[in-house]
């Protein structure tokens, strides 16, 4: 792993081992810096390769598939939710990142009980992912292993 703040530093060598880059294009200052991190290693003959996470739509179900111990009647009232509040558009997608937005809020007016609190931090995480910011995810790690 390639730590950002030591990389302009770096003597890179030759025998520099082959890096995968995994980042979300919609952080614009990484997505520089990873192009150019790209062309450096490239131009010293070093494999290097980039996957790109892009942002996704949410969809009546996509919360119920993804989140253990949360039904599909309950995604749909939320996805309904997100509709009305325009949180998404009408495609699905995040008009902005879930860190921002007033949702858990939106849920307590519409009286949406999860079966556990805890359920709040997965969709959290989810429409993060979804609006594909800067996030952690692992959702292509069948490209990053292959």
Known sequence: MIAEGVFDRMDIPKSYPP???????????????????????????????????????????????RIPGLDLATSVKLYSLFQEKDFVDTKGFMRNDGRTIQWKEALKEREIILPDKSIANHIQEEMNL?????????????????
């Open 19 to 65: 890096t995968l880059f995994v980042h979300m294009p919609k952080d614009k200052r990484r997505s520089v810096r990873i192009a150019r991190y790209l062309t450096l290693l490239q131009g010293k003959g070093i494999d290097v390769a980039e996957v790109k996470c892009m942002e996704f739509a949410l969809s009546p179900n996509l919360l119920s598939d």
């Open 130 to 146: 979804a609006f594909a910011y800067h996030e952690m995810t692992s959702l292509q790690s069948e490209q990053i292993f292959n």
